[in-house]
């Protein structure tokens, strides 16, 4: 959350804070589940750690005497699985994007149902949008059709609606195949935007894609677009792999732990991750300036525009996960990808990568902490 909107909510977002920090737990999952000491402060009875969604504790945890849970749960084995593939054309003004999704649903269904984030009001006055140029379900699915639902009048609308000729009923896996059009527009204090030029040009994106607005035990998320810039969004844990095609001589900071693919002397170069549970995700291009180190086991990857904003908010991310971890248990990804981007506002979470448009403590901090409580 950036720190515009940091004092907004800060009076909720602390007492969460303060009640977790009594408690003493996590549920947040990773994939590759780190054992650490219970604290003494739980109290006795709470209850085990669950993976997010599901209602039902993992079985991968056991709660000692103290109450907490002397591990992570494990990922849902149930969770949706989602191939996101990105494509950002040479001024990187627009992205080219397909989404393969498989998800098994706890509640019979009649249709899959996406949030188009980019179609907010704010985000597409700053210049965003995005088309989705298909849409398609096995298990009979339908024409796509897409509801307004508080989108920008000028866009295709807010949802999109993959209806089934028939009831799905639960527990049936059923697949889907979007392809879809992002454009970026000029710098913005949003999950969406472009700053600079010429060699010097960066661009970013986060929940650019069509987002799988299901929650488990609960159903749809249909209700409208929210009307100012934040994140808003509702999606369950995925089983994520994210490829995204950029231009050779920029370097992509993004969700996962990307190894950088080799120097190409003409045409993109392709990065690659996955992230065994993830909501969303978040990408920037450009000529960053990187740097690597590895802080309690986790791959910090820092990027930013200058080298000496690099090496300023490298100790910051550091001391922050340090200081975190030793309040809350270890860092819940094992990396963290933060691009430090040429635009001033604030900052934004996603699940193992951060988009800062500020270089303070108060910012670093607050950001390196929603992943332990993200989409709080």
Known sequence: ???????????????????????????????????????????????????????????????????????????????????????????????????????????????????LTANTVPTVAAGNKIVVESAAADHGGTTATYTRSGADPSTQGGLL???????????????????????????????????????????????????????????????DLIQFTAESATSEAMDTALVVAAPPNDTVIMSGDPSDPPVAASGNRTWRSHIAAARDVSVAVGPFSVSDTVVQG?????????????????????????????????????????????AQGGGIEYPSSILMLDGSRLVAVHETAHQWFYAM
């Open 298 to 342: 986790v791959h910090l990857r820092l990027g930013a525009y200058t080298d000496k904003l690099r090496d300023q908010l490298v100790p910051e991310f550091q001391r922050a996960i340090t200081k975190l971890a030793a309040q809350f248990g270890p860092f819940p990804f094992p990396s963290l990808s933060v691009a430090r981007l040429p």
């Open 161 to 223: 609606h993959i209806p089934f000729a028939r009831q799905i009923a639960a527990g049936t896996t059923v697949n889907a195949d979007i392809a879809f059009t992002i454009t970026i527009g000029a710098e913005s204090f949003d999950r969406f935007g472009r700053a600079g030029d010429g060699a010097a040009r960066y661009a970013w994106i986060g929940t650019g894609q069509p987002l799988l607005a299901w929650e488990r035990g609960v159903g749809w998320h249909a209700e």
């Open 1 to 115: 959350m950036s720190a515009r909107l940091i004092q907004r909510r800060a009076s909720r977002v602390w007492c969460v804070l303060l009640a977790t920090v009594l408690v003493g737990c996590t549920s947040v999952i990773n994939g590759s589940p780190a054992t650490w000491r219970a604290q003494s402060r739980s109290p006795a009875g709470s209850a085990p750690a669950q993976v997010p969604g599901s209602g039902a504790p993992s079985g991968t945890s056991s709660a000692p005497a103290g109450g907490c849970p002397a591990s992570y749960a494990a990922p849902d084995p149930k969770r949706p699985k989602v191939a996101l593939d990105f494509m950002f054309s040479a001024d990187l003004s627009t992205v080219r994007g397909t989404e393969h999704i498989s998800f098994t649903p706890d509640k019979p269904i009649t249709e899959l149902i996406f949030r």
